[in-house]
């Protein structure tokens, strides 16, 4: 018996893949769910037979936000003092690249998960949005800084200030999503992506999440010497010297994961 109760995982080869599972209630991340999830993302995460974890929902939700009814009776002192959503934070502390596959609601919460991934996929039926103003509270897992980050002042802002959701067009055009797919595709093309990422070296594609990351944390000319140095550090490895020896060869590589 699986030891989670709000989500269900599932190894597919080197692919880890976590799906959000509380359909009665379209996923919302309750502080159950928020612990499964940074869990099961840790245990993958400290795992070497995992290259990459999926992390997805259902068909018709992602998640819809935050646990609205297991936020309401709460007072300040109590959200202050437990720090909540904080945990939430222990996922972008994982070095494993994560792909969330988006299909229906990512609304809130579930919006600053999918975000919290390293891209997202998301099926024709995505719908994107934080209508926390409508609840009279505003994004607390992320979303005001990493949409911005995504879209820019002008598309945070709208969303942020009217609530209104993005359909999953309107968030490839913005950069928020790296592909958009059909539904009925979603999880095989989720799916395939990170079964191509796990294929490579993993301590590579670590050093390729990193650097990229890198670019919100610091200026441009510090960026490119982290990744200058970061790049010359590759060539200690034996898995580019498999990488560039299989080019010459002509063959394809066999990566050790060192
Ligand atoms: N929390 C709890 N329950 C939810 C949530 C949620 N976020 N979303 C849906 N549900 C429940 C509904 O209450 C309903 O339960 P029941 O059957 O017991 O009434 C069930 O899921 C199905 O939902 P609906 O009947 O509403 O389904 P619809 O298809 O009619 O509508 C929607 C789907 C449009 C997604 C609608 O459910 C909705 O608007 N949900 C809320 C979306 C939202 O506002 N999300 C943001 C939440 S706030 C947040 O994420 C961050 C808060 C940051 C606070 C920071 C504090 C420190």
Known sequence: ?????????????????ITLNRPKALNALNGQLMREVVAAV????ADDEIGAILL??????????????????????????????SQWDRLSAARTPIVAAVAGY?????????????????????????PEIKLGVIPGIGGSQRLTRAVGKAK?????????NMDAEEAERAGLVARVVPAA?????????????????????MMAKEAVNRSFETTLAEGVKFERRVFHSTFATADQKEGMAAFVE????????G
């Open 1 to 17: 018996m699986s030891e989670y109760e709000t989500i269900l995982i599932e190894r597919k080869g080197r692919v880890g893949v």
């Open 106 to 130: 990512a609304l809130g919460g579930g919006c600053e998960l999918a975000m919290l991934c390293d891209f997202i996929i998301a099926a024709d039926t995505a719908k994107f949005g934080q």
């Open 56 to 85: 997805t929902g259902s068909e018709k939700a992602f998640a819809a936000g935050a646990d609205i009814k297991e936020m309401q009776p709460k007072t300040f002192a109590q959200v202050y003092a437990e720090d909540l959503f």
């Open 42 to 45: 840790e245990a993958f995460d």
């Open 156 to 164: 945070a802002m709208d969303l942020c200030l009217t609530g209104r």
């Open 250 to 257: 002509k063959r394809a590589p066999k990566f050790v994961n």
């Open 185 to 205: 595709d979603l999880l095989e093309v989720a799916l395939e992506a990170a079964t191509t990422i796990a294929s490579m070296s993993l301590p590579i594609a």
